[in-house]
């Protein structure tokens, strides 16, 4: 081998080795707290049997949902995906909670009060995981059931894809 085949070697690997590392960059900032809010939207559309709350007619009291979280999230920024909705998401720590009786297989339940002491729902974030900045993984936690929801981000709006149930409590 003749020197000039050694550079172009080692000039031909060097260009692959920046190919892969540029590859691998993702690209853009991750908005996890608009995942977060697709995800607690997705759940509880579910449950109302629309796509989306929005669909909702919002004529109705507010609902206080307390929002736990393990990963660092903007419980502001979250509730302000839910100003037209009846779901009104707080930090955990303006909640107050109270362990009343259980029921079923449930020994005893703790119930969570918003500030002014009405009843308030609950979900524990527990990951967030983004392959990119327009894809997501949430796991949320409920009372009964951990649910894992996929959402990507389209057009500007995050929108819910898939979920797989992730354990029954």
Not at 8 to 18: E, H, N, R, S
Not at 60 to 76: D, R, Y
Not at 136 to 155: E, K, N, P, Q, W
């Amino acid at each position: 081998m003749e020197r000039g085949d050694y550079a172009f070697g080692a000039i031909f690997l060097l260009v692959v080795a920046c190919l892969s590392a540029a590859a691998n960059i993702k690209i853009g900032t991750i908005d996890r707290n608009g995942a977060v809010a697709a995800a607690i939207d997705a759940s509880y559309a579910q449950v109302a049997g629309v796509t989306k709350l929005r669909e909702i007619d919002s004529d109705g009291p507010p609902f206080s949902l307390c929002v736990e979280s393990t990963v660092p999230l903007n419980v502001q920024r979250i509730a302000a995906e839910f100003n037209d909705t009846l779901i009104r998401p707080i930090p955990l720590a303006a909640c107050s909670s109270k362990i009343g009786e259980g029921f079923g297989m449930f020994s005893s339940v703790i119930r969570y009060f918003d500030a002014s002491g009405n009843d308030a729902g609950h979900v524990r974030v527990e990951k967030v995981e983004c392959e990119s900045s327009t894809r997501c993984a949430v796991d949320l936690a409920f009372l009964s059931h951990s649910t894992r929801y996929m959402v990507r981000l389209i057009g500007g709006e995050w929108i819910f894809d898939s979920e797989r149930l992730l354990r029954i409590v």
